[in-house]
């Protein structure tokens, strides 16, 4: 059975979405078209770069996702400290390190651009906070003037996961006409626009492939893939400004998306418990990303063994 599946951001807990791949392949799904916000984008994009269930899971095995956490070692001095860091780039850290990890494992299937996809198979989520609107990549880098076939997949994954003052923003630089007298004469003027994680506007967007579907003789199915955990009505503990923007980060994606859940979609969701882990928990426990492949692939397992078209 085909479907368009949507996968949920949530940072460090996407590995449970490894696992419900798996799962789903096991259950005899293919993935027709892909989407998906954060660490679900991470994940849509190696599922449209041909990687399986267990390729995902082997990667998660030899990943350390604490080596994304790296800054010039001037930002850990106590005299400078990781806070200047922010006020200067935006973020604790930078996201480099994200975009290379998953640009080397999609140039290693071939994949560079969204050109090298096939047309509509991966779309990505993220959020242009200098303009107050929500980007669905590729196809909405054409309001900055950019093709949408060379868009950098790594790139727009990275947009997608830049967590607010965590990682860095993305700065997208572009031209835009301005009239400049009132007989009309315009002149291009510079502009940038800041993108950061698509959790802020649509964390699950499952909504994605509704549309295009409508209508349809035959329409192919959509399943959404959703992190749930133990931690998630509990609350958060403000110590600071940086865990202050953590929780009302954690909030809006928690929030986000949910109404629509509940009235269109709670029959077509995999239910992935997260096991308390939180999204900015890059060091894990020893044996934690195993748990959470696990707990991915048993919820996603129960789902599929029930579903029906």
Same mark, same amino acid.
């Given at each position: 059975m085909k479907i368009n599946?949507?996968?949920?951001?949530?940072?460090?807990?996407?590995?449970?979405?490894?696992?419900?791949?798996r799962a789903a392949e096991m259950q005899?799904?293919?993935?027709?078209?892909?989407?998906?916000? &954060?660490?679900?984008?991470?994940?849509?994009?190696l599922i449209a770069a041909n990687y399986s269930g267990l390729d995902i899971k082997r990667i998660v095995e030899n990943t350390p996702f604490s080596s994304f956490l790296k800054r010039s070692f001037i930002f850990n001095l106590k005299v400078i400290s990781p806070a200047l860091r922010?006020? !200067?780039?935006?973020?604790?850290?930078?996201?480099?390190?994200?975009?290379?990890? !998953? &640009?080397?494992?999609?140039?290693?299937?071939? !994949?560079?651009?969204?050109?090298?996809?096939?047309?509509?198979?991966?779309?990505?989520?993220a959020s242009d906070i200098t303009n107050g609107r929500l980007l669905v990549l590729p196809e909405d880098v054409k309001i900055y003037g950019m093709d949408p076939k060379k868009l950098s997949v790594a790139r727009a994954v990275r947009m997608s996961a830049s967590i607010p003052y965590f990682f860095?923003?993305?700065? !997208?630089?572009? &031209?835009?006409?301005?009239?400049?007298?009132?007989?009309?004469?315009?002149?291009?003027?510079?502009?940038?626009?800041?993108?950061?994680d698509g959790g802020l506007l649509s964390n699950f967007p499952l909504w994605l492939f509704d549309k295009e579907q409508a209508g349809r003789t035959n329409p192919v199915p959509t399943v959404g893939f959703q992190m749930v955990g133990k931690n998630d009505n509990e609350p958060h503990e403000i110590r600071g400004p940086l865990t202050m923007l953590e929780a009302i980060f954690e909030t809006m994606m928690q929030a986000h998306d949910e109404r629509y859940i509940k009235k269109y979609a709670r029959d077509r969701t995999v239910k992935i418990p997260t096991l308390g882990v939180r999204t900015t928990q890059f060091h894990l426990p020893e044996g934690m990303a195993e748990k959470l492949f696990h707990s991915g692939f048993k919820a996603a397992t129960q789902f599929f063994e029930g579903f029906r078209q």
């Open positions: 599946a949507v996968f949920e951001g949530g940072g460090v807990k996407g590995i449970s979405l490894a696992g419900a791949v005899g799904i293919q993935f027709n078209q892909v989407a998906g916000t &954060s660490s679900g984008a991470i994940i849509s994009a922010v006020l !200067i780039k935006k973020g604790l850290y930078s996201g480099e390190a994200l975009e290379y990890w !998953i &640009s080397c494992l999609l140039e290693a299937k071939g !994949i560079k651009t969204f050109g090298d996809l096939p047309e509509c198979k991966l779309r990505i989520v860095d923003p993305v700065v !997208i630089r572009y &031209s835009k006409l301005h009239s400049l007298t009132n007989k009309g004469k315009e002149k291009a003027q510079l502009h940038q626009a800041y993108i950061v």
